[in-house]
């Protein structure tokens, strides 16, 4: 569980939703900025004063007075500019979107989990199946060892018939063949099983001496008639909570036009230098004199603000809506995809279930025919020892013994298999049950 990388690839992604949860949680706290920026400025504006007196300006046009009203004129501003500012932001109501985004990302949350548990299954039965595996190769080689003893027996035997002239040189070679035949057997179950325990020690991360002292014993696996439903599969759970999270997503999406209310507060200043201020006529009819202003420092501080407002999109160009259909289609899909999954499952349990009873059948055949080829044996090496049968005779029925001892261990590993496959189908699969 540890090791594998398609499951910790899963755990990743769930620390991902998880960290979209945390983003949504913290839209509501207070956001703090800071801005400090210097630049040129050149702006021009007309500017009429019907109800202000302009007062006299002495510094810069001596005895230049303005009467009340009669100020029309375009004044052109230029010069450096340096702006320092410090504003606070928070968000105090969405419109009802964050809450159904919070519950969607709950759902989906939920949905990986449960697919975090369809992985655990698949690691449960590829690792179990290595453990089968073994044991069958432990049993195949005690079959094989078996028949070893036996070819030995049989080859003293072989030697005393050869030299009384009871049997020809070809038939003790036939035993001689048979036992390098079995010796190959050997030396590929070796190979097997060497390559069985490095592949499970890379799964695991277990070192190989460990691994090497794995010799479990095989036997059928009894299992009850299911407790349990397809719609207690994990991943028909996963994709129900996927629409229950789009369901979320599509009231969350309906709140495009509610309006959203926001506190701000900002603290700034605003100066002016090197400035150059000039209007486009004269002060004074008659003057010959235009305003030609050059103030060295003009500051605005502090310019205090705080309030609270509101944003409402009356109109966002359907955006709302066709998110809104987009996440109804994708409902529809997912609905379509979870009906799919529900037939192929009800199709797979009903197959797991044929699969087992028929795995379970063959058990007792093959021990039936295991318990033959035995007696076959017994009988025909005591009428080689008599000379009534040939070596090719022993060894035909060594042979069939060898293969009905395998096939009823490959039946018991059928039978374990299938019961795995029927227990994964409803997801009754636990380490404990095995």
Do not use: C
């Not at 702006?83 to 105090?92: F, G, I, P």
């Not at 069958?136 to 028949?147: F, I, P």
């Not at 002292?213 to 009894?222: C, D, L, R, V």
């Not at 955006?319 to 037939?343: C, P, T, W, Y």
């Amino acid at each position: 569980m540890a090791q594998d990388f398609g499951l910790l690839q899963r755990k990743m992604e769930l620390k991902l939703t998880s960290l979209d949860d945390e983003k949504l949680k913290d839209v509501f706290l207070p956001k703090v900025e800071f801005t400090r920026k210097a630049g040129y400025l050149y702006t021009s504006t007309k500017f009429t004063s019907p109800e202000i007196a302009v007062p006299p300006i002495p510094k810069v046009f001596p005895g230049a007075i303005i009467p009340e009203g009669s100020f029309n004129d375009r004044l052109n501003i230029s010069g450096v500019t340096a702006l320092l500012d410090a504003k606070a932001s928070m968000l105090l109501y969405s419109g009802g979107k964050v809450k159904y985004l919070k519950e969607a990302n709950k759902e989906k949350a939920i949905a990986e989990n449960k697919l975090l548990l369809k992985n655990e299954d698949e690691i449960i039965a590829i690792i179990s199946k290595m453990y089968d595996q073994f044991a069958l190769l432990d049993e195949s080689t005690k079959v094989l060892k078996q028949g070893q003893k036996r070819y030995e027996i049989m080859k003293t035997t072989a030697d005393k018939a050869l030299s009384y002239g009871l049997i020809t040189p070809y038939d003790h070679k036939k035993i001689e063949l048979a036992q390098a035949v079995l010796e190959s057997k050997m030396v590929e179950l070796d190979g097997k099983r060497t390559l069985l325990q490095t592949q499970l020690s890379l799964l695991t991360g277990i070192e190989l001496d460990r691994i090497q002292m794995i010799h479990p014993a095989i036997k059928p696996i009894e299992i009850t008639a299911p407790s349990k439903t397809i719609n207690d599969r994990v991943d028909v759970q996963a994709i129900e909570h996927s629409i229950k999270g789009i369901d979320y997503k599509i009231k969350a999406d309906q709140r495009w036009w509610v309006p959203k209310v926001m506190a701000q507060t900002s603290l700034s200043t605003v100066g002016l230098y090197s400035g150059h201020i000039t209007s486009a006529h004269e002060l004074k009819a008659g003057s010959g004199k235009n305003l030609d202003w050059h103030p060295n420092n003009m500051n605005l501080l502090p310019v205090f603000q705080v309030g609270v407002g509101f944003k409402w999109n009356l109109f966002d160009g359907k955006e709302g809506k066709h998110e809104v259909a987009k996440s109804k289609i994708e409902k529809q899909l997912m609905e379509g995809k979870l009906n799919d999954v529900k037939d192929k499952l009800q199709l797979n349990l009903a197959n797991s279930q044929i699969n087992y009873n028929v795995a379970a059948s063959q058990i007792n055949l093959k021990l039936k025919a295991k318990e033959i080829a035995a007696s076959a044996l017994v009988s025909i090496e005591k009428e080689f020892r008599y000379g009534t049968k040939k070596s090719t005779d022993f060894i035909d029925a060594e042979t069939d013994l060898q293969n009905a001892e395998l096939e009823y261990s490959t039946a018991i590993f059928n039978q374990r298999r299938a019961a795995i496959d029927l227990m994964n189908a409803t997801n009754e699969l636990t380490i404990n049950k095995l």
